[in-house]
T-cell receptor
Framework: DTEVTQTPKHLVMGMTNKKSLKCEQH?????MYWYKQKAKKPPELMFVYSYEKLSINESVPSRFSPECPNSSLLNLHLHALQPEDSALYLCASSQDGPTPGQGARTQYFGPGTRLTVL | TQLLEQSPQFLSIQEGENLTVYCNSS?????LQWYRQEPGEGPVLLVT?????EVKKLKRLTFQFGDARKDSSLHITAAQPGDTGLYLCAGAYLNTNAGKSTFGDGTTLTVKP
């Protein structure tokens, strides 16, 4: 089973709303990732959790707040977003996290959440 | 900045034709993945290559990893409309502190019936 699930599939929110994106995997992976993807562009890394600890934050604005309640779950809390934050948000997991000198592990992606900020 | 160049950016062919997509870098990869993505969906892993010179086959898809582990190619034989999508390569460089994956810009493939 190489499934990563994400909810909701679609989300429309106003700039003053607070919402959360959820991601779950049951592959026993110990690293989880959030990516942002604009149309016809590659995914852009936002955050990496390794063994439930935040290991990489790619200088993401504080209006995006990640949370990893346990090794199977990853949340992305959204507050005061801007219209330019509208994108496909992808969650991924890997067996373990990026290791210096050994490279990143193969990542398995979820189906994504299509976010529209009005 | 380590760049991963993917070409061509766009490819439109007729059903039954063959095609090759390339992924190149000046730095050595520890591993490289190929993904296929449909609009509004997440990337689906096709293959991971690790060993220089490695060749992997997945039905009509053939993946090659360069001997020096700096480049890779994806060859599709007798393309079908169902092959339409965005093909992404993602490489993990050895000489980075964080070992993060770097994505190519993608190849948008359209196969016309």
């Amino acid at each position: 089973d190489t499934e990563v699930t994400q909810t909701p599939k679609h989300l429309v929110m106003g700039m003053t709303n607070k919402k959360s994106l959820k991601c779950e995997q049951h592959m026993g992976h110990r690293a989880m990732y959030w990516y942002k993807q604009k149309a016809k562009k590659p995914p852009e890394l936002m955050f990496v959790y390794s063994y439930e600890k935040l290991s990489i934050n790619e200088s993401v604005p504080s209006r995006f707040s990640p949370e990893c309640p346990n090794s199977s779950l990853l949340n992305l809390h959204l507050h005061a977003l801007q219209p330019e934050d509208s994108a496909l948000y992808l969650c991924a997991s890997s067996q373990d996290g990026p290791t210096p000198g050994q490279g990143a592990r193969t990542q398995y992606f979820g189906p994504g959440t299509r976010l529209t900020v009005l | 900045t380590q760049l991963l160049e993917q070409s061509p950016q766009f490819l439109s062919i007729q059903e039954g034709e063959n095609l090759t997509v390339y992924c190149n870098s000046s730095s050595v990869f520890s591993s490289l993945q190929w993904y296929r993505q449909e609009p509004g969906e997440g990337p689906v892993l096709l293959v991971t290559v690790v060993t220089g010179g490695e060749v992997k086959k997945l039905k009509r898809l053939t993946f090659q990893f360069g001997d020096a582990r700096k480049d890779s190619s994806l060859h599709i034989t007798a393309a079908q409309p169902g092959d339409t999508g965005l093909y992404l390569c993602a490489g993990a460089y050895l000489n980075t502190n964080a070992g993060k994956s770097t994505f190519g810009d993608g190849t948008t493939l359209t196969v016309k019936p």
